[in-house]
């Protein structure tokens, strides 16, 4: 039986590179799925083609791919990522793909009156974005964002395939160490208390934007 | 001289020709109501004079601005800073509300006064208030537009029309998303304005409130003005009769 005061610190190590991944995600991928959001809705078929062909990429392979296709692929023309931004960059660009169709549907969901009304009143196209629009988007999206960043937390595993040393792959290691399953389970703790957390989090956000419907 | 000029305005979607060729005036200071049955056009003639849609032809003067380029053929707008000064000497009041749901009755209100035309917000605050009160709507500043009836909304929707001073104040069927017993509240508010002679023009299926608060009646009947006049020669006098075939729905 593995011995919880020796796991805890590596596990808890792991975990950090797992926040990292996590962290910097949702930092680059939120902002970036918000452009590429707005370039799919462009009139502009030289924007919205392309964008859409990225959508379609990066849903319909596997996020693991991505990883091994960034790292090695970058390897090979010379830019040679290190292991961990090149798993940053990887979740990044999947993550700010899934993000843009959930920003994609929450902007298209605000009725037309709406803009009509700021247009009325004289608003510019900017002021009506960011004080009519993108306000009602965000009550809109937190349910699917919601979704999204419990997977993003379990996702992360995936970073061990370039060898990263996250949670999983340390509480792997520890199970071959210790012939036993126990590290694996610890490691699941982890992944379900901090999604317990993100959960309880949403739920807070949710009921805060409940002030209107 | 007019405050608002109509010429010879088209408008087609497709091989559908809304808006055939209209032309009128208003005087400041008159109201006028548009009546005719639905598809007549009449909710399109004020999304093109508010210009919510383009026209195809013809061309509006808005307080002595052409929103069009005069003579131009093919039709070409105006600059945009023309545009927007027109825009900004209309209001128009939707059938819907259109408020903005996650902002308060005072910040819908406030929102445009502050932040396009630069005014006091303090001041701002002030007149929305004065504005709320005289519209029964005492002690709602800080209600969201889902705690409000529609009659409600609709008198917070017009306070923010008003909010921007508008030279013109244009109504798409303002009481047509209303339950009938609280359509009283909005046809009194707008009977008020008017009796202040605030100019305004009024799409609206109210034949009786359409006779009384009017003093011009424009009939429009597939994309045509088929009869416009005073609201007496119009519901009394006129021997139209596609005009009586409809009034005649209406009084059943």
Redesign the interface.
């Known amino acids: 039986m593995a011995d919880l005061t020796s796991l805890l610190p590596i596990l808890g190590e792991g975990f950090l590179t797992t926040l990292a991944i996590f962290g910097l995600t949702l930092l680059f991928s939120i902002p970036l799925g918000l452009i590429i959001a707005l370039g799919k809705m462009s009139k502009f078929k030289f924007i919205s083609l392309p964008v859409s062909f990225y959508i379609s990429v990066m849903r319909g392979t596997p996020l693991l791919l991505q990883i091994v296709a960034i790292y090695f692929g970058s390897a090979y023309l010379g830019w040679n990522f290190d292991r961990f931004p090149a798993v940053v960059v990887a979740f990044s660009i999947n993550y700010a793909a899934y993000f843009a169709e959930i920003f994609r549907g929450g902007i298209q969901a605000i009725?037309r009156?709406?803009y009509?009304?700021?247009?009325?009143?004289?608003?510019t196209k900017r002021?009506t974005f960011y004080?009519?629009i993108l306000?009602?988007v965000a009550?809109h999206i937190v349910p699917a964002s919601a979704n999204e960043v419990i997977t993003l937390i379990k996702d992360t595993s995936l970073a061990q395939v370039i060898a990263v040393t996250e949670l999983f792959s340390l509480a792997k290691k520890q199970q071959a160490a210790y012939a036993s399953i126990y590290p694996l389970f610890v490691a699941g703790i982890f992944y379900y208390v901090a999604n317990l957390l993100l959960s309880c989090l949403f739920a807070y956000v949710e009921k805060k934007l409940n002030?209107?419907? | 001289m007019a405050i608002l000029e109509v010429k010879h305005l088209k408008k087609s979607f497709g091989s559908n020709h809304v808006l055939k060729d209209i032309s009128f005036e208003l005087e400041k200071g008159e109201v006028l109501s548009i009546i005719g049955p639905s598809g007549s056009g009449k909710s399109t003639l004020l999304r093109c004079i508010?210009?919510?849609e383009t026209m195809d032809a013809g061309d509006v003067q808005v307080n002595g601005l052409n929103m069009v380029v005069p003579g131009s053929n093919p039709l070409k707008y105006a600059p945009a800073k023309t545009l927007?000064d027109i825009?900004?000497s209309?209001?128009?009041v939707?059938q819907?509300f259109?408020?903005?749901?996650?902002l308060t009755a005072l910040q819908n209100i406030t929102?445009?006064p502050i932040?396009?035309?630069n005014e006091d917000r303090t001041q701002t605050r002030e007149f929305a208030k004065m504005l709320l009160a005289k519209f029964g709507l005492e002690g709602k500043e800080n209600a969201?537009?889902?705690e409000l009836s529609g009659g409600q909304q609709q008198r917070v929707s017009i306070a923010?029309?008003l909010a921007?001073k508008p030279k013109i104040l244009f109504f798409d069927e303002p009481t047509s998303a209303l339950d009938p017993e609280l359509t009283g509240e909005v046809l009194k508010i707008i009977k008020r304005l008017a009796n202040h002679h605030m100019t305004m023009v009024i799409v609206t299926h109210e034949m009786a409130f359409a006779r009384d608060v009017a003093h011009k009646v424009i009939f429009m009947d597939q994309g045509v003005i088929v009869e416009q006049g005073s609201p007496n020669y119009v519901f009394n006098e006129s021997n139209n009769e596609r005009l009586a075939s409809f009034l005649a729905r209406f009084n059943g």
């Open positions: 009725p009156g709406q009509e009304a700021a247009a009325m009143l004289g608003l002021q004080r009519i306000p009602q009550k002030y209107y419907k | 508010t210009q919510l927007r825009r900004l209309t209001g128009l939707f819907n259109n408020l903005f749901p996650h929102l445009a932040r396009v035309l969201y537009p889902c923010r029309a921007m």
